[in-house]
């Protein structure tokens, strides 16, 4: 498979760990941390369990947002976002944007992917089990939030344009332009807040991307 040059400085951000154990997963931390596990066997045959760890509100020291590869329970290796760990077989490749992951794979040797499975606790595993409960509920939610990030961009776009364009140099350089959607302070925190509710949902199921980001 061949390898970008984004996954091999990825791959290079990658710390060995310290060994300590895996903390015991808490309810209150179910949009704050997400947890992911993949059983892999090695060339040898024997099974090892990899958890990814990482907490979404960064780390306490110094707010970066880490994730943290535990083999068997021991902490095996640490990564700054997005992060790519070699483990038997082929990688495990984890990203994010400002709402949660957007990516928590085990990439094969041969390029096909899996996605690990989350923590039945977490906000990841209980929007799982949502789906596999209730498939068509769950579809209509994954459906209305998709729509209302897709409004949240094109109410915000404009807006934004208008904004840079009214900056000395663009004004004196290309002119203004004038946003066609005018919202109120009160309905663009309105959006704001829907948006953001949105994208949340939108990543405990790793849909979320850069339209997220656009929106919020």
Do not use: K
């Not at 310290?18 to 903390?23: I, S």
């Not at 099974?47 to 110094?62: E, K, L, M, N, P």
């Not at 949660?100 to 923590?119: I, K, M, Q, T, Y």
């Not at 949240?152 to 140099?169: D, K, W």
Request: charged share 20%; with cysteine; proline share 5%.
């Amino acid at each position: 498979m061949m390898v970008t040059w984004r996954q091999r400085l990825a791959e290079r951000r990658s710390r060995p760990g310290d060994g300590r154990p895996l903390q015991p997963y808490r309810w209150w931390q179910a949009l704050s941390r997400s947890l992911f596990t993949i059983t892999l066997t090695d060339a040898g045959g024997s099974a090892s369990t990899f958890t990814v760890d990482v907490h979404q509100w960064g780390d306490r020291d110094d707010g970066e947002v880490r994730a943290r590869l535990h083999r068997d329970g021991a902490l095996v290796a640490v990564s700054r976002l997005p992060a790519r760990f070699a483990v038997p077989g082929g990688h495990i490749e984890v990203a994010a944007t400002t709402y949660g992951l957007r990516r928590c794979h085990f990439v094969a040797a041969d390029g096909s992917e899996r996605r690990l499975a989350p923590h039945p606790r977490s906000g990841e595993g209980l929007r799982a089990l949502l789906h596999q409960r209730h498939p068509a509920v769950s579809r209509l939610i994954g459906t209305l939030t998709s729509v209302v990030v897709v409004v949240g961009v094109c109410i915000a776009v404009p807006q934004l344009v208008e904004t840079i364009s009214r900056t000395e140099l663009i004004a004196d350089t290309v002119g203004t332009f004038t946003s066609p959607i005018r919202l109120s302070v009160g309905s663009n925190i309105a959006v704001t807040i829907a948006v953001a509710v949105a994208s949340v949902e939108r990543a405990l199921r790793l849909r979320s991307n850069w339209l997220d980001e656009l929106a919020g």
